[in-house]
DNA sequence: ATGAAAGCGCTAACAT
DNA sequence: ATGTTAGCGCTTTCAT
């Protein structure tokens, strides 16, 4: 068992150890005016005692508490663990305490994690947002600063997101170079910018735009892999997917093997996100690297700064070529 | 910008609206007796207004937050990732926020974090222990219901724990089975759970142990890449290395490759905890699977029930046996 | 420069 | 069964 609880210091008796009012020993620890000699006085019996202050009270009297919501989709999967990791890391240097939440890109799960911030009187949100527009109308009037990451929304909600249109753009350009005419992009479909990015870099290159070359899925393994399976069986004249994420990406080279669908010969792959095994993975990965511990800790920045916030701020992607992509054949597959 | 926060309902204002008193509302919210007649009242007045009880109050009074504090090494590390992934779906279904820390193995910074979790009232911990025992003391004397997860230290504090013993002795079994004779361990020094066990094993197998087999590294992807490389060029000698954690066991493929080593011709190689990628690398993985998630699940039920909690529990490990292992070739290495 | 006192939203003890 | 009230620990007027 742990050990016996122990009361806790309270403001109060730091003042009568020191002699002084409670008043004074608040101003003293928040860098309010006090003589010399009292300041001392007062710092010497909070340390004597090993005096914290209690965040339950001051938030109470403040109205605010100063710490970080953050609702991530999954954070298993490495590109959100590396965005909490960013926000986290942030969030240390101001000293602010930030209380992660699973969504599961389920719009339901997240507007219950939301009352539960609410609850918690967070006043600080960092979000992957699952549900559109509206969804987040309440959370707002609840006097929520809300800054979104990854993901944009329609609504003046500050964001933070990879460039998307450039690094969709840079993907199929590439891929286009390689002769291939016929590619198709795993990856959610309320992922509207990059779909739509995509329909867009598919056109301006005059490349074949059919509507089901974008394929539809959710963000579990399961739903990845029927995906990526999926296209890979009935589409055996694609030669060429991006797949919006690593685990899509993952998906795809498992429905790969399976199928005996061999990468890069008969299909080139670009995967959304550098992820460590990318390198590792047989064959090396060709990817499109997005900065996700960047987009975690700029958006603790925006969210933390009490200024005026700009609307979006987009961050770069690259080109990372590795072994998955190669010269379309002239046959179609199989 | 956000749009205008709205003042927040109090129990006050609900009260009111009801037609009772505040303690009334409290009681029937609370789940305490009340008329049915009053009890509709105070439900439907709360429902109108949209009626949140603010946590702050609550707490503050009682003194107590029900949050759970959960710190881990690296929330990056496949590893950690899952195992909050577990610790999160629990306390999701209790309906308690977890506040997460990153302690990047660092004691310091560990202390600095628990800090924090006790200005915030935060009466539960979870923790994957960086520092040693006595570091505990303080955060044991505040109160803290701590629970340790993946990492014992000496004290009585609860834990949940992969059966590390058997995990190595399986794959030192395994490896000896395959003629292996030199084996090393990679790992953190301090795992001194595992690196007990490790020599143990050797030792029952009447296998060398000299201290030089068990390699340290601090849990960075460079310390890794370090050690890895390390004990692959100055151990010629060495031709099975068992890797303590995925990112170990990333490092000394990588390692392997630079140095132009072939796993398993040159050098087998078994990693502990296993991830997606596994599968995908070349060659795939033969892996000690640990249950991340359910550890962080468990640790997270041990810390929520009240009631008495048995000293640890210790989850089995699985060996999955792929392909980075092969029997020992006759001559050494090179 | 410092202290006294009000009050943040809530729960629990006590009174009715 | 329900209302009244004290008080959790703190910050912030308002006096002094």
Not at 24 to 41: D, I, M
Not at 195 to 206: E, I, N, P, Q
Not at 265 to 278: G, K
């Amino acid at each position: 068992m742990n050990g016996p609880a122990q009361r806790r210091i309270t403001i109060k008796e730091v003042a009568e150890a020191a002699g002084v009012g409670v008043a004074t020993v608040s101003r003293v620890l928040s860098g309010g005016s006090a003589s010399a000699e009292t300041r001392e006085k007062v710092l010497a019996a909070a340390a004597r005692l090993d005096y914290r202050p209690s965040a339950l009270g001051r938030n109470l009297r403040r109205q605010r508490t100063g710490g970080i919501g953050l609702l991530v989709p999954d954070i298993t999967d490495s590109f959100y663990a590396r965005l909490a990791d960013g926000v986290l890391s942030c969030a240390r240097s101001y000293g602010e305490p930030v209380t992660v939440g699973v969504t599961g890109d389920d719009p339901e799960r997240e507007a219950e994690l939301i009352g539960t911030l609410i609850e918690q009187s967070m006043d600080r949100l960092i979000a992957v947002p699952s549900g559109d527009g509206d969804m987040w109308a309440p959370a707002l009037r609840a006097g929520l600063n809300v800054v979104f990451a990854d993901r944009r929304v329609r609504g003046d909600v500050p964001s933070v997101v990879p460039d998307d249109r450039a690094g969709v753009l840079t993907a199929v350009e590439y891929l286009a170079g390689l002769g291939h005419r016929k590619i198709a992009y795993l990856g959610r479909h309320a992922q509207s910018q990059r779909v739509a990015a995509f329909t867009a870099a598919l056109d301006s290159l005059g490349l074949p735009a059919d509507r089901d070359l974008v394929v539809h899925a959710r963000s579990s393994r399961d739903s990845a892999y029927a995906a990526a399976a999926g296209l890979l069986q009935h589409r055996p004249d694609v030669t060429a997917v991006i797949a919006g994420g690593n685990v899509l990406g993952e998906a795809a080279v498992l429905a790969a093997r399976e199928l005996d669908v061999r990468i890069p010969r008969d299909v080139s792959l670009i995967m959304f996100d550098d992820v460590p095994w990318a390198e590792l993975c047989s064959p090396p990965l060709t990817v499109i690297a997005q900065p996700a511990q960047d987009i975690g800790y700029r958006a603790a920045e925006l969210v933390l700064r009490q200024g005026r916030r700009p609307p979006t701020v987009t961050l770069p992607t690259q080109l990372v070529v590795r072994a998955s992509c190669g010269p379309r054949v002239a046959s179609p597959r199989r």
